[in-house]
């Protein structure tokens, strides 16, 4: 089962980039949708993630509060994430996740590059 996530690019600092991703048909029950990064030689981290229906909370990385905004498509397997204040310290692969109540699934990765 592959998430698609795209959007990523390159991109000055101060710019704006807006991924997306779509989880398959085939992923039922869908508990958490959000997103990783994981920069050249450091671990995976979470950047955000967002619960499906009205329960729960989102949740952000206290180093992109404030710049980053994830969000829920109309359709309940896609979940977007607006990029703005983009710093140089932001380039990463950005991985798409989504949990189910027995499972969880990784995307292939998309690369943000932010030059200074």
């Known amino acids: 089962v592959q998430l698609q996530a795209s959007g990523g690019g390159l991109v000055q600092a101060g710019g704006s980039l807006r991924l997306s991703c779509v989880a398959p048909?085939?992923?039922?029950?869908?508990?958490?949708m959000g997103w990783y990064r994981q920069a050249p030689g450091k671990q995976r981290e979470l950047v955000a993630t967002?619960?499906?229906?009205?329960?729960?909370?989102?949740i952000y990385a206290d180093s992109v509060k404030g710049r980053f905004t994830i969000s829920r498509g109309n359709a309940a397997n896609r979940v977007f994430l607006q990029m703005d204040s983009l710093k140089p310290e932001d380039t990463a692969v950005y991985y798409c996740?989504?949990?189910?109540?027995?499972?969880?699934?990784w995307g292939q990765g998309t690369q943000v590059t932010v030059s200074s």
């Open positions: 996740y989504v949990r189910t109540f027995s499972s969880s699934y």
């Open positions: 048909g085939s992923i039922f029950g869908i508990d958490v």
């Open positions: 967002i619960p499906s229906g009205n329960g729960g909370r989102i």
